[in-house]
């Protein structure tokens, strides 16, 4: 379980961690300000932080006093690239709904319905 | 914990998860074929296969004997939807590291360094 891949959606599969990288996404932020809208424990925000910063979707400042938190959106590029290949599934799907909706709405009688893809594609 | 982009996200936090996926991508099938691969127990598979499901990631068909799994891509369109929004940000930072080399190309000397400078052009 400590593929990279893994630990990416593993962080992701927790709406506080979620808001936090959300709230990132305008701009670099101190602990204690990204804490204030979650009426969460500092404590308790850090460990969603750590959690954050081991999939490397953050990464924390230098600066002892502040150690601000900025998100390193590139770490999700790996966890993009792998829905991609299964956003062709389900675009081909709505595709060929389309193309069944356009049939019926010419008045066609369409002699076989759209499967559900029982034909896997080979690749 | 329960909301359904987190289970989505948990249920795809598993290699053997995203292998059973990858392998239902090419087609519906049953489990024992499913598990050969794999070299797990049958109930190892089948605890698996009840996450995916759970997530709406894959149903089973009817049939007693078969209970063919099938994927159901469509369910990845919410975390696609999420990733989507992050897309951006990684983007627009290539787009500027880019405009950075050419600068230097052009024999200009930008005031400012753009920070992380790892293109990693692999894959």
Redesign the interface.
Known sequence: ?S?R??????A????TR?AI??RL?LGETSVSKLAAPFDMSLPAVSKHLKVLERAGLITRGRDAQMRPCK?E??A??E?????E???R??EQ?LDRLDDYLKTLQAGGAPGEKPK????????
């Open positions: 379980m593929d891949l893994s630990t990416t959606f593993a992701l599969a927790d709406p979620r990288l959300a996404a998100i959106a590139r999700l590029k966890a993009d690239d792998w829905l290949e299964y956003r599934l389900w799907r559900e893809t029982k034909r896997g594609r080979k690749k």
